[in-house]
């Protein structure tokens, strides 16, 4: 079976300091992987999602960028924080059927960071 | 763009009561709609998905959902709620991009249940 996994799973980090949060995915290959942030009140939002090693969309311009070095490592980044970075942070992975198929997201347990 | 629209931010239930959470969508196209459920400080767990075919569809832990096209909505039911069932809710719209699944989800209904 499939499981995700995020790290680490909370987070306290002074502003300007910088940022790195992995996700893995185990139980199958070639996964779509995606990277959300959630506010409070605010529902998700999706960050960046890839496709394949080194294929990386952002769908929101911030202060935040991603890397897949591997593919079933997905790394969320900053080099320096900002206050309404704070969030939780949710890693989603998804079976790649190719063009015209949609399947379904699998989320991981999140990373709680607070910015301060 | 499409958007999802919860206008519930927390609804209260008895154990035992039934439910309905409303969820509106906005999409150009046919939608691919979910469900999904977290418990606090939690990831997200899939409750069901529509996709096509059935307008009524069963998900996980008894709940169902149906989709009207002429409402633009995907409202999530219960017969019966147990108390394990407080959590926070999302309903979400996956516009297919041609390449990868996206979703965009509503802002969440809270659920709260007394016994």
Redesign the interface.
Same mark, same amino acid.
């Given at each position: 079976s499939q499981t995700i996994h995020q790290w680490p799973a909370t987070l306290v980090q002074p502003v300007g300091s910088p940022l790195s949060l992995e996700c893995t995915v185990e139980g199958t290959s070639n996964p779509?992987l =995606?990277w959300y942030r959630q506010a409070a $009140?605010? $529902? #998700? +939002? #999706?960050l960046f =999602?890839s496709?394949g090693i080194d294929q990386i969309?952002s @769908?929101v311009p911030q202060n935040l960028s991603a890397s897949r070095p591997q593919d079933r490592q997905f790394i969320l980044s900053s080099k320096k924080l900002l206050l309404s970075d704070s969030g939780f942070y #949710?890693c989603?992975w998804?079976v790649d059927s190719g063009?015209?198929t =949609?399947? @379904? +997201?699998?989320? $991981?347990? $999140?990373t709680?960071l607070t910015v301060l | 763009a499409q958007s999802v629209t919860q206008p519930d931010i927390h609804i209260t239930v008895s154990e035992g009561a039934s439910l309905e959470l409303r969820c509106n969508y906005s999409y150009g196209a046919t939608p691919y709609l979910f469900w999904y459920v977290q418990s606090p400080g939690q990831g997200l767990q899939l409750l069901l998905k529509y996709f096509s075919g059935d307008t009524l569809v069963q998900g996980i832990k008894g709940f169902e959902a149906e989709f009207k096209r002429s409402q633009s909505s995907f409202n999530l039911r219960k017969p019966s709620v147990h108390w394990s069932d407080a959590a926070e809710y999302f309903c979400a719209v996956g516009p297919y991009t041609g390449t990868a699944s996206k979703l965009t989800f509503g802002t969440g209904t809270r659920l709260q249940v007394t016994l």
């Open positions: 779509n =995606y $009140g605010r $529902g #998700l +939002q #999706l =999602y496709i969309s @769908e #949710l989603a998804s063009i015209f =949609y399947n @379904e +997201q699998f989320f $991981g347990p $999140g709680r | -």
